[in-house]
């Protein structure tokens, strides 16, 4: 068994981002992360994905964006790119293809079982802390500062292509962007439970982050205070809204059931459907918490 201070499940921002806080309190973290490279779901998410919050918003903690405009939407390249090169400025170990099977409680301490029989347990510290650097300042992230080609090639799937000319359902509220880019080439229906909510992506030609920290909204507990907190509006420069009211797509209230490749829709309507897009965010995958007593509770009501 393999002892380390402090285990963190995912390299994705939220992982690279706590191993970097860790780092800061004299800890020595062990990223471990299921796929084969450190940058989370983010390789894996469609084409054309563009951010809603500016570059500027959008960093993680030591490393700022380099953007040269950092006022600009980064696309999904583009974001790949910088978790990589923050991955490879962190100096902690980060291990690929490590997808965490079990945790346990051992004595004072918790034991991680990896798939493969390995396992990494927590004992105390061991080794030198590391100091308070700045990622910009490390040498091996020069070249990502200082080269103008940070977006990899796009890569030929996850675009409109495999579904044009076909009747596809989307599912979702965040799914507007898909939606909309799908009915240039498919007949395609935004279902959800309720109309779609907008909010304007930039007021007084500045975006709504840069208002949102200015009056520290961003920060504020808001959610905290209300019993229901409402719905997150889906950003929009008004070209969503447009597609939507001219019906490429069109939107629906969520079907009530499914017959096989048949959709029942809430007026009646019996409709084939060549496929359902899903696009209803993450569900929690917690039974690597099971041997932590009431742990998964208390993760179930956080997350919820």
Same mark, same amino acid.
């Given at each position: 068994?393999?002892?380390?201070? @402090?285990?963190? =499940?995912?390299?994705?921002?939220? +992982?690279?981002?706590?191993?970097?806080?860790?780092?800061?309190?004299?800890?020595?973290?062990?990223?471990?992360? *299921?796929s084969?490279?450190?940058?989370?779901?983010?390789?894996?998410?469609?084409?054309?994905?563009?951010?809603?919050?500016?570059?500027?918003?959008?960093s993680?903690?030591?490393?700022?964006?380099?953007?040269? #405009?950092? #006022?600009?939407?980064?696309?999904?390249?583009?974001?790949?790119?910088?978790?990589?090169?923050?991955?490879?400025?962190?100096? =902690?170990?980060?291990?690929?293809?490590?997808?965490?099977?079990?945790?346990?409680? @051992?004595?004072d301490?918790?034991?991680?079982?990896?798939?493969?029989?390995?396992?990494?347990?927590?004992?105390?510290?061991r080794g030198?802390?590391?100091?308070?650097? %700045?990622?910009?300042? #490390?040498?091996?992230c020069?070249?990502?500062?200082?080269?103008?080609?940070?977006?990899? =090639?796009?890569?030929?799937?996850?675009?409109? *292509?495999?579904?044009?000319?076909r009747?596809?359902?989307?599912?979702?509220?965040?799914?507007?962007?898909? /939606? *909309?880019?799908?009915?240039?080439?498919?007949?395609?229906?935004?279902?959800?439970?309720?109309?779609? !909510?907008?909010?304007?992506?930039?007021?007084l030609?500045? %975006?709504?982050h840069?208002?949102?920290?200015? =009056? +520290?909204? #961003?920060? /504020?507990?808001?959610?905290?205070?209300?019993?229901?907190?409402?719905a997150?509006?889906?950003l929009?420069?008004?070209?969503?809204?447009?597609?939507?009211?001219?019906?490429?797509p069109?939107?629906?209230?969520?079907?009530?059931?499914? %017959?096989?490749? !048949?959709?029942?829709?809430?007026?009646?309507?019996?409709?084939?459907?060549? *496929?359902? @897009?899903?696009?209803?965010?993450?569900?929690?995958?917690?039974p690597?918490l099971?041997?932590?007593?009431?742990?998964?509770?208390?993760?179930?009501?956080?997350?919820?």
């Amino acid at each position: 068994m393999e002892h380390i201070d @402090v285990a963190v =499940t995912g390299g994705g921002q939220s +992982g690279l981002a706590t191993a970097h806080a860790l780092m800061q309190h004299g800890l020595r973290p062990v990223v471990v992360e *299921a796929s084969g490279r450190a940058a989370g779901a983010w390789p894996h998410y469609y084409d054309s994905l563009t951010l809603f919050s500016p570059a500027r918003y959008s960093s993680v903690p030591g490393m700022p964006s380099p953007s040269a #405009d950092r #006022d600009r939407y980064p696309h999904r390249d583009e974001v790949v790119a910088y978790l990589a090169a923050y991955a490879g400025c962190l100096d =902690t170990e980060i291990r690929t293809g490590c997808r965490v099977t079990a945790t346990r409680r @051992v004595g004072d301490g918790l034991a991680v079982e990896l798939a493969g029989g390995c396992r990494l347990s927590r004992a105390g510290r061991r080794g030198r802390p590391p100091g308070r650097s %700045d990622t910009r300042t #490390d040498p091996r992230c020069r070249a990502f500062w200082s080269s103008p080609a940070r977006c990899c =090639t796009p890569p030929t799937t996850r675009s409109p *292509a495999p579904f044009s000319g076909r009747r596809v359902v989307v599912v979702g509220n965040s799914a507007v962007q898909i /939606a *909309a880019e799908l009915a240039r080439t498919a007949r395609v229906t935004l279902a959800t439970r309720g109309p779609v !909510k907008f909010a304007a992506q930039r007021i007084l030609g500045r %975006d709504l982050h840069f208002w949102a920290a200015r =009056t +520290g909204l #961003d920060a /504020a507990p808001l959610g905290r205070l209300l019993s229901h907190p409402p719905a997150q509006p889906v950003l929009d420069d008004g070209r969503y809204r447009a597609a939507l009211a001219a019906g490429r797509p069109d939107r629906r209230p969520l079907f009530t059931g499914a %017959d096989g490749t !048949k959709l029942l829709w809430s007026d009646g309507r019996r409709e084939e459907a060549d *496929a359902i @897009v899903l696009a209803t965010g993450y569900r929690p995958h917690r039974p690597c918490l099971s041997g932590l007593d009431g742990l998964p509770a208390l993760v179930r009501h956080v997350s919820t």
